[in-house]
């Protein structure tokens, strides 16, 4: 309902301003006026080496690196080092670090630090002749224009600068160098530990990487500007500096100086021709992402004051300066956003009330005020970090700026200093008053409903919850149940018992009663109870299997459409009666591997969109839970959450015994967990992007904006980004995600996330700022979405040749240099990528055929994966598989001892031992693998006197032993650790087909399964086409 | 019949609370939204009005008291009884002030109050039928004058605020213009000289 800008056409950033503007947007108000600032910022403070190519100079960046680095390591000592006025190395990073944060710009921090570094003329053509050490002092002749401008303009102001970019490789550590002063951790690391290897995601490597692929002739320079690193004699080049990686996959017989130059990527040796029998892999060697998930460290150090990764996670924090090296970086460019993320305890965003001011938002793009504004003109300006505007500092929020330019309040201003904060929204933000949280059951009641016991678990689980519903005492709460008519419920607080009302006239639905329908849950608590209590028996005896879905469905958005709220639909049979009936289309065989097989995914009924869409417009978010052991259409029932901003649980063949604890859990946290009612979200970016594609469970109100009646910290959103420009001309892209909601408590608040990311002119230095989570989390929805207009086997190639194409460019960029011939390589940051490719080849939404996976379970899953935050995919994709019986059997008296969940094997056959038991976990269930030759003991005190039957029928229940004690401690932990579904635990023993089959073993991704490739083939596969010529 | 319940603060027409589902079959909620909007920014602009007041506006009436400094403020069809309509405010009035009166003047964001809109919605059905027993008994009830209260229409209410500044335009354009007219005199004068 609430638009984020109420009354004000919202305007584009892009619109902003020329490339080449003189108002830089990080203009830092105290430097701007002072030219030694300017000049040390072109400078850096990077002595100028005799052989130092001119071009590096506007890329001021360059300089703070070397500078800081270049101490600690040893290297042919430039003339700098010889001049007693170069500061020391380590004073480059400003030890006061941390207020400088403020400042978007990296190398501020240095540059405020050493002021006095040479200042060499910016924009010169390539001056070979040093500059002269003396000159640490500003040079006073510096052309006032570029000395005003703050670093981006650097960049921007004078055009030819940008030539070197795309010209001159020596130009391009530029980029990467700017990062780099911007961690002062880093640098201090590093001029005091000589030779440390840097943490791979560190820039280093990367700078090197950069390096690379110059054409011999220019290695001069390049070493020159390496500072430290190589020295100049290539056999000298520290063993320090290998990676990890390296190490990891010997073989590489590359010189020293390559290992040196090459330690950013990791690398695969393949020895055989491609094409002979032996695969010539080495399975132990590849890389496997045991560690589950890792949040990209660069990009919260980079950028302190951005938001945590776990809100805004982008696919490459370089964010890339040309269209053409956009169009070189084959994987998505966007971002992955989870704007409610469950924060660890003790860590809240802040909340911000401008009471007396309004928001501070930028009067031209509206974007909210952050930690990267600056403010200029003694605190009465500020200028906005994404459209360069300057804005007047409102007279209520003034506050005098200190000799650095920070506002003297600065501590007192979270939305200032933290990436993330909530804003109140004042009456603009509201079309209405704030809406309390709804909650309208719509259940199933037919037979088949009835016999799976569905019905007493939903009831018994709201029941259990009412007291947890959010937003007590406004909380509303109504029900209504149907079969071939539709039975609604009078919960007037006055009655005793609930009177139900049906309705059998489906082609003309109308709603019996005005009011009570939906009552306040606080005041009619009682008569909710005893619906709920009464709901499992009245229907008992129902013996009617017909589903007037499409009515009911309608009569429940006649009910909610004055408040909106979320619709709990339980459903248990294909929909038959009314508008909204389906077909058994069902899942056909021969339709696989025809143009028309995608229809099968696809609703068939356009009824269930618009429904979505009138749903979405009154604000009502529906979630969908479907039971069924028959084909129900998951496919177009899912449509209405896909649109309205829900979620798909999907329990094929529902009996309460087996999955009711999953049921029960899982409704119990849709229910309780902390909610965002009526939203909206919007995220922006700087000038020269833009966000051009949307993917996830929302509708789209206008060309950005998403409608979302309601949010939960389960939620993530995908975009993808494209370049506007054919040449970016700032040094960093700022973002900023805008959440307007609704509290349950019936506040209206905007939670506003903002991060900022450097842009590159280097592929190289693009894939090395990749994160792989993120890149993953966008493809799958990529592919899922491919399925539901073409093959499934489309779906899949896709995927492939997007990684193989990915590879390949970065092959070109370092394998003919470096003569790799037969070797595979790719970037240390995604090395786990060809792996979650294949995982997600083989998920359940897009693997195999027909006979993989059933329609309606393929479907569903697709619909959750649409959702899930980047932590939970990829456990989904690459579940851990534990070994247990060993942890059983250790004396080990540490109750708390759950160190072997970390122990994660690779997922294949060969890891299972016959005399173990293993423990596969995806986030959604639990698989307990007994071996064949495990020992009757464990079996025994795990399952009990069960031990030997059919574990299909065993359930898992603690008993008075020390290992099942264990083992459910285990399982506890697990679940704990990752609330948001319930794991569910099947049993399975080894060689028990088919459940083994499809419980576990097709879910070894690594293994050759079916028509799917195992992981060598899969990497030796990938490793041909990348080899091919195009 | 009421239609549409609001309750702001007079100082500087921050909304309170609201009914709930006040705009349920109200083609034009939106609309007469916007005038409640408007006539609190006039009230907020300290424009001395009686605290009892209606207003009547197309085919429905305003009527609000002001208390406190909280304006408590119902939309009602013409044909529904003044009195009742005010004795449900007066209703309001004195459960809003038992249960939020000491913070009302800290409350620093909108719809601070609406978990108020529950006792709005009980309270709005007690009055929604006339010709209740208890309503009739209130009808009857001699106790509550109401002939006092002056009724007005909306577009004089809104309008003042807007003639005032007309006026004050008019006399401060006569002013500037004036001051021309005596610059150019004097001009003129010497130039005769």
């Known amino acids: 309902m609430g638009t984020e800008n109420p009354g004000r056409p919202s305007f584009p950033a892009r619109t902003a301003a020329t490339p080449f503007a003189a108002a830089p947007p990080q203009n830092v108000m105290p430097f701007s006026s002072s030219g030694p600032l300017v000049g040390s910022e072109a400078s850096g403070f990077r002595p100028t080496p005799p052989a130092a190519p001119q071009p590096t100079?506007?890329?001021?960046?360059?300089?703070?690196?070397?500078?800081?680095?270049?101490?600690?390591?040893?290297?042919?000592?430039?003339?700098?080092?010889?001049?007693?006025?170069?500061?020391?190395?380590?004073?480059?990073?400003?030890?006061?670090?941390?207020?400088?944060?403020?400042?978007?710009?990296?190398?501020?921090?240095?540059?405020?630090?050493?002021?006095?570094?040479?200042?060499?003329?910016?924009?010169?053509?390539?001056?070979?002749?040093?500059?002269?050490?003396?000159?640490?002092?500003?040079?006073?002749?510096?052309?006032?224009?570029?000395?005003?401008?703050?670093?981006?303009?650097?960049?921007?102001?004078?055009?030819?600068?940008?030539?070197?970019?795309?010209?001159?490789?020596?130009?391009?550590?530029?980029?990467?160098?700017?990062?780099?002063?911007?961690?002062?951790?880093?640098?201090?690391?590093?001029?005091?530990?000589?030779?440390?290897?840097?943490?791979?995601?560190?820039?280093?490597?990367?700078?090197?990487?950069?390096?690379?692929?110059?054409?011999?002739?220019?290695?001069?320079?390049?070493?020159?500007?390496?500072?430290?690193?190589?020295?100049?004699?290539?056999?000298?080049?520290?063993l320090g500096l290998q990676s990890r990686d390296q190490m990891q996959y010997p073989g590489s017989g590359a010189p020293g100086s390559i290992q040196g130059l090459i330690e950013d990527f990791s690398s695969l040796s393949i020895g055989s021709v491609p094409g002979s029998i032996d695969p010539g892999v080495d399975p132990k060697a590849l890389p496997r992402?045991?560690?589950?998930?890792?949040?990209?460290?660069?990009?919260?150090?980079?950028?302190?004051?951005?938001?945590?990764?776990?809100?805004?996670?982008?696919?490459?924090?370089?964010?890339?300066?040309?269209?053409?090296?956009?169009?070189?970086?084959?994987?998505?460019?966007?971002?992955?956003?989870?704007?409610?993320?469950?924060?660890?305890?003790?860590?809240?965003?802040?909340?911000?009330?401008?009471?007396?001011?309004?928001?501070?938002?930028?009067?031209?793009?509206?974007?909210?005020?952050?930690?990267?504004?600056?403010?200029?003109?003694?605190?009465?300006?500020?200028?906005?970090?994404?459209?360069?505007?300057?804005n007047d500092v409102p007279g209520d929020y003034f506050a005098h700026l200190d000799a650095t330019g920070k506002r003297i309040d600065l501590d007192q201003r979270p939305e200032l200093t933290k990436g993330s904060v909530e804003f109140v929204a004042p009456t603009e933000y509201m079309m209405r008053p704030p809406m309390p949280p709804v909650y309208f059951f719509l259940i199933d009641v037919s037979v088949s409903a009835v016999r799976s016991g569905m019905i007493e678990v939903v009831a018994q689980t709201i029941r259990s919850c009412l007291d947890e519903l959010p937003g007590y005492p406004r909380t509303q709460i109504g029900f209504a149940t149907f079969d071939s008519a539709i039975h609604f419920y009078n919960m007037k607080s006055s009655l005793t018992q609930p009177q139900m009302m049906v309705v059998s006239d489906l082609d003309d639905i109308f709603v019996p009663l005005p009011d009570d329908?939906?009552?306040?849950?606080?005041?009619?608590?009682?008569?909710?109870?005893?619906?709920?209590?009464?709901?499992?028996?009245?229907?008992?005896?129902?013996?009617?299997?017909?589903?007037?879905?499409?009515?009911?469905?309608?009569?429940?958005?006649?009910?909610?459409?004055?408040?909106?709220?979320?619709?709990?639909?339980?459903?248990?049979?294909?929909?038959?009666?009314?508008?909204?009936?389906?077909?058994?289309?069902?899942?056909?065989?021969?339709?696989?591997?025809?143009?028309?097989?995608?229809?099968?995914?696809?609703?068939?009924?356009?009824?269930?969109?618009?429904?979505?869409?009138?749903?979405?417009?009154?604000?009502?978010?529906?979630?969908?839970?479907?039971?069924?052991?028959?084909?129900?259409?998951?496919?177009?029932?899912?449509?209405?959450?896909?649109?309205?901003?829900?979620?798909?649980?999907?329990?094929?063949?529902?009996?309460?015994?087996?999955?009711?604890?999953?049921?029960?859990?899982?409704?119990?946290?849709?229910?309780?967990?902390?909610?965002?009612?009526?939203?909206?979200?919007?995220?922006?970016?700087?000038?020269?992007?833009?966000?051009?594609?949307?993917?996830?469970?929302?509708?789209?109100?206008?060309?950005?904006?998403?409608?979302?009646?309601?949010?939960?910290?389960?939620?993530?959103?995908?975009?993808?980004?494209?370049?506007?420009?054919?040449?970016?001309?700032?040094?960093?892209?700022?973002?900023?995600?805008?959440?307007?909601?609704?509290?349950?408590?019936?506040?209206?608040?905007?939670?506003?996330?903002?991060?900022?990311?450097?842009?590159?002119?280097?592929?190289?230095?693009?894939?090395?700022?990749?994160?792989?989570?993120?890149?993953?989390?966008?493809?799958?929805?990529?592919?899922?979405?491919?399925?539901?207009?073409?093959?499934?086997?489309?779906?899949?190639?896709?995927?492939?040749?997007?990684?193989?194409?990915?590879?390949?460019?970065?092959?070109?960029?370092?394998?003919?240099?470096?003569?790799?011939?037969?070797?595979?390589?790719?970037?240390?940051?995604?090395?786990?990528?060809?792996?979650?490719?294949?995982?997600?080849?083989?998920?359940?939404?897009?693997?195999?055929?027909?006979?993989?996976?059933?329609?309606?379970?393929?479907?569903?899953?697709?619909?959750?994966?649409?959702?899930?935050?980047?932590?939970?995919?990829?456990?989904?994709?690459?579940?851990?598989?534990?070994?247990?019986?060993?942890?059983?059997?250790?004396?080990?008296?540490?109750?708390?001892?759950?160190?072997?969940?970390?122990?994660?094997?690779?997922?294949?056959?060969?890891?299972?031992?016959?005399?173990?038991?293993?423990?596969?976990?995806?986030?959604?269930?639990f698989n307990i693998w007994f071996g064949r030759a495990l020992s009757p003991d464990v079996a025994m005190n795990l399952l009990g006197a069960d031990f030997a039957a059919e574990l299909s029928k065993v359930t898992l229940s603690e008993r008075e032993n020390e290992m099942s004690r264990k083992l459910m401690r285990i399982l506890k932990k697990s679940r704990e650790s990752d609330p948001s579904y319930y794991h569910l635990c099947h049993l399975v023993r080894q060689g028990e087909q088919p459940r083994e089959g499809f419980l576990l073993l097709s879910n070894l991704v690594e293994d050759q399964m079916g028509g799917a490739n195992g992981y060598v083939d899969w990497i030796l596969q990938i490793h041909r086409q990348v080899q091919q010529n195009p | 019949m009421v239609k549409l319940t609001l309750i702001a603060r007079v100082t500087d027409g921050l909304p309170l609370a609201e009914g709930l589902d006040d705009s349920r079959d109200l083609k034009d909620a939106e609309f007469y939204k916007q005038q409640v909007k408007a006539l609190f920014k006039n009230l907020s602009r300290g424009q001395n009005e009686a605290s009892r007041m209606s207003i009547e506006t197309g085919p429905y009436i305003f009527h609000y008291i002001i208390e406190g400094r909280v304006c408590y403020l119902t939309m009602c069809d013409r044909a529904y009884p003044k009195k009742l309509a005010f004795q449900y405010l007066e209703d309001l009035k004195n459960e809003f002030e038992r249960v939020n009166g000491a913070q009302i003047e800290t409350a620093a964001r909108p719809y601070a109050f609406i978990k108020f809109d529950t006792f709005i919605q009980k309270t709005k059905k007690l009055y929604q039928d006339t010709r209740t027993q208890r309503n009739i008994a209130k009808l009857n009830d001699e106790l509550y004058e109401v002939h006092q209260i002056m009724t007005r229409n909306v577009q004089e209410v809104l309008g003042v605020g807007e003639k005032l500044d007309q006026v004050s335009e008019m006399s401060s354009r006569l002013t500037s213009e004036s001051r021309i007219y005596a610059d150019k005199a004097r001009d003129l004068n010497r130039q005769c000289w």
Not at chain 1, 82 to 95: C, G, I, L, T
Not at chain 1, 769 to 792: C, H, M, N, P
């Open chain 1, 289 to 390: 992402p045991l560690e589950g998930d890792v949040e990209p460290k660069l990009f919260s150090e980079m950028y302190p004051m951005n938001c945590n990764p776990r809100f805004l996670r982008l696919t490459t924090s370089g964010i890339p300066n040309s269209q053409s090296l956009a169009s070189r970086w084959h994987l998505p460019l966007g971002a992955v956003v989870c704007p409610l993320a469950e924060a660890p305890d003790g860590e809240e965003v802040p909340v911000v009330n401008f009471v007396s001011t309004g928001i501070i938002r930028c009067r031209r793009c509206r974007t909210y005020v952050n930690p990267y504004v600056t403010f200029t003109d003694a605190g009465r300006k500020w200028r906005c970090n994404i459209c360069s505007l300057l």
């Open chain 1, 57 to 238: 100079v506007p890329f001021s960046s360059s300089g703070p690196l070397a500078g800081s680095q270049s101490s600690g390591f040893r290297l042919p000592p430039p003339p700098r080092y010889n001049d007693p006025s170069v500061p020391p190395p380590a004073s480059n990073v400003p030890p006061t670090g941390g207020p400088f944060q403020r400042f978007p710009t990296p190398p501020f921090p240095s540059t405020v630090q050493a002021p006095t570094s040479r200042v060499p003329p910016v924009g010169q053509p390539i001056a070979q002749t040093p500059a002269p050490p003396v000159s640490f002092r500003p040079q006073p002749q510096i052309p006032p224009v570029p000395m005003g401008a703050p670093p981006q303009s650097v960049n921007s102001a004078p055009p030819n600068v940008n030539v070197p970019y795309s010209v001159s490789d020596s130009s391009f550590p530029a980029p990467m160098t700017n990062f780099q002063s911007s961690f002062p951790g880093y640098a201090r690391m590093q001029s005091n530990a000589d030779l440390q290897p840097p943490p791979m995601q560190s820039p280093f490597p990367s700078h090197q990487g950069g390096y690379a692929p110059a054409p011999p002739t220019s290695s001069t320079p390049f070493l020159s500007h390496q500072g430290g690193y190589v020295p100049p004699p290539p056999v000298a080049a520290p």
């Open chain 1, 517 to 925: 329908l939906l009552v306040n849950l606080s005041e009619s608590r009682s008569v909710v109870e005893t619906f709920l209590d009464s709901l499992p028996s009245m229907f008992q005896d129902n013996v009617n299997v017909e589903s007037a879905f499409g009515p009911a469905l309608k009569a429940a958005f006649m009910v909610m459409s004055q408040l909106g709220g979320k619709l709990l639909i339980f459903q248990n049979t294909l929909p038959s009666l009314g508008v909204g009936r389906l077909k058994l289309r069902g899942d056909d065989l021969r339709v696989y591997g025809t143009d028309k097989e995608h229809m099968l995914r696809i609703p068939e009924d356009q009824f269930y969109k618009q429904m979505a869409a009138e749903l979405t417009k009154y604000q009502i978010a529906v979630n969908v839970y479907a039971f069924s052991d028959k084909y129900t259409d998951i496919a177009s029932l899912g449509t209405l959450a896909k649109y309205t901003g829900g979620q798909v649980c999907y329990y094929p063949g529902f009996q309460s015994a087996i999955h009711g604890e999953k049921l029960r859990h899982e409704l119990a946290r849709d229910l309780t967990r902390e909610t965002a009612w009526e939203s909206v979200m919007r995220i922006r970016c700087g000038k020269g992007v833009r966000f051009t594609s949307y993917h996830g469970n929302f509708m789209l109100r206008s060309t950005d904006l998403m409608a979302l009646p309601a949010v939960d910290c389960d939620k993530a959103y995908a975009m993808q980004l494209t370049l506007e420009e054919t040449l970016l001309t700032t040094q960093t892209v700022y973002f900023q995600v805008a959440l307007l909601y609704t509290a349950s408590c019936g506040e209206r608040r905007i939670r506003v996330h903002t991060a900022a990311a450097p842009v590159v002119a280097d592929l190289g230095e693009m894939y090395r700022q990749a994160d792989v989570g993120a890149v993953v989390s966008v493809f799958s929805r990529l592919a899922i979405e491919k399925t539901l207009s073409s093959k499934l086997e489309d779906a899949r190639n896709s995927v492939q040749l997007r990684i193989v194409k990915s590879l390949k460019e970065y092959r070109n960029l370092y394998a003919v240099q470096h003569r790799l011939g037969g070797r595979i390589i790719f970037p240390e940051s995604l090395k786990f990528l060809p792996l979650y490719g294949l995982a997600l080849c083989r998920s359940t939404p897009l693997r195999g055929g027909y006979a993989d996976a059933p329609l309606d379970e393929r479907c569903s899953a697709g619909y959750t994966m649409m959702t899930l935050p980047v932590k939970k995919l990829l456990k989904l994709l690459y579940p851990s598989l534990i070994r247990l019986d060993e942890y059983f059997l250790k004396a080990s008296a540490q109750v708390d001892d759950f160190k072997i969940l970390e122990k994660r094997l690779p997922l294949a056959a060969e890891n299972l031992d016959s005399r173990g038991l293993y423990l596969y976990d995806d986030g959604f269930r």
